[in-house]
């Protein structure tokens, strides 16, 4: 059986793939892709400013449907039953379980965890990214059985978006009676509102896409703050002093993969507040900016930057799903359906920001 995949073939440029599907290995499963989301991080890729995914398959945000299993895969992460024809989000990233991050249980930070993920699809077992018609889950990555009761709609952005958020947010002060602001409300964005929402925080979201603001009140947003109508960063500043009683918000969390939103996140936030950086991932040219150190000390922020977590949390983004999917209307961030062979379209769309998550069905 030939199945296709999409990888990177130069700066802005990718081609489809065709290999015979491979059995999978013991320990590892071969999945046929049901429906991949364009996340931020592949329109990076794609344009070649991640070194370690360079002529790499594209995608990585997806669920998946069980086509064969290896010698002694039994059962999910979670201890879950799995047979073929089940449906499964795996972690698109390996936990090796070996390496010194992992020693230290910082499974988020796995030495290898774009092992497979950045090799060629020419090199066997080929189907390593999410946007193809099958993937391989190996032996050294998670993966949980996707609940009968939850739509592929929901559950397409649970092992990058969500996951990452439950994660990031777990790593602050947040709680009921906090103040969040998020910058951007792409599927980041509306997934932390989500996440904020249900702890009881008050959400704040910085946003100046009309169809996205929408989003955001939908998503449960308190108040938006229109970058339409405040253009610039005191403007935006000012405003959070006015919604915030002059104290500005407790946590700024960052995920617009907009440079420039970073040294404006230190000045939003209150003094003595937290900044949560995880939409800047490129470094190096044409993505650096000017700050002045001092307003960190000053203010005694806290900083932290996210990426990836720790591979558990792709369970709870499942369970979180099953608890609030009546609350918030997770089948709104991928209402735009793209077929495989219209790929092209949907990065362009999801660069553009005229969808909150572009998604190829299958």
């Not at 077992?125 to 929901?154: A, C, S």
């Not at 910058?183 to 989500?194: E, S, T, V």
């Amino acid at each position: 059986m030939q199945g296709k995949v999409a990888a990177i073939v130069g700066p802005g440029e990718f081609a489809v793939k065709q290999y015979e599907v491979p059995e999978p290995a013991a320990g590892a499963l071969v999945l046929k892709v049901r429906r991949a989301n364009v996340c931020g991080s592949d329109i990076h890729h794609f344009h070649f400013h991640s070194p370690a995914l360079r002529e790499a398959a594209l995608g990585h945000e997806f669920i998946g449907e069980v086509v064969s299993l290896g010698a002694g895969v039994t059962h999910d992460n979670a201890g879950m039953p799995v047979h073929v024809g089940d449906r499964i989000v795996p972690v698109y990233y390996v936990t090796c379980r070996r390496c010194e991050h992992c020693l230290r249980g910082e499974f988020s930070m796995c030495t290898n965890a774009l092992r497979e993920w950045s090799k060629n699809p020419d090199v066997a077992p080929h189907f390593f990214g999410g946007f193809g018609t099958h993937y391989y889950v190996n032996e050294d990555q998670h993966f949980y059985k996707v609940p009968d009761e939850l739509d592929d709609r929901i559950v397409a952005g649970a092992n990058c978006g969500l996951a990452q958020m439950l994660f990031a947010l777990d790593r602050t002060r947040l709680s009921a009676g906090s103040t969040i602001v998020i910058q951007g409300a792409g599927g980041l964005g509306l997934y932390a509102a989500a996440v904020a929402k249900e702890r009881g925080a008050r959400v704040i979201i910085i946003e100046g896409v009309p169809d996205r603001i929408a989003l955001a009140k939908r998503f449960g947003a308190d108040e938006v703050v229109d970058m339409a109508v405040h253009t610039t960063m005191e403007g935006r500043v000012a405003r959070l002093q006015k919604l915030t009683g002059g104290i500005g918000p407790d946590i700024v969390l960052e995920v617009t993969g907009v440079s420039a939103a970073f040294p404006e996140s230190l000045v939003l936030a209150r003094v003595g507040g937290e900044v949560v950086s995880v939409g800047n991932l490129n470094v190096g040219e044409g993505f650096e900016v000017s700050l002045s150190p001092g307003i960190i000390t000053r203010k005694n922020l806290r900083l932290y930057g996210v990426l990836r977590y720790d591979p558990w949390y792709l369970h709870r983004a499942l369970e979180f799903l099953k608890r609030t999917r009546d609350r918030f209307p997770f089948e709104s961030l991928t209402m735009q359906a793209y077929r495989f062979e219209d790929l092209g379209d949907a990065i362009r769309d999801g660069e553009s920001r005229s969808v909150a998550r572009a998604s190829i069905v299958f």
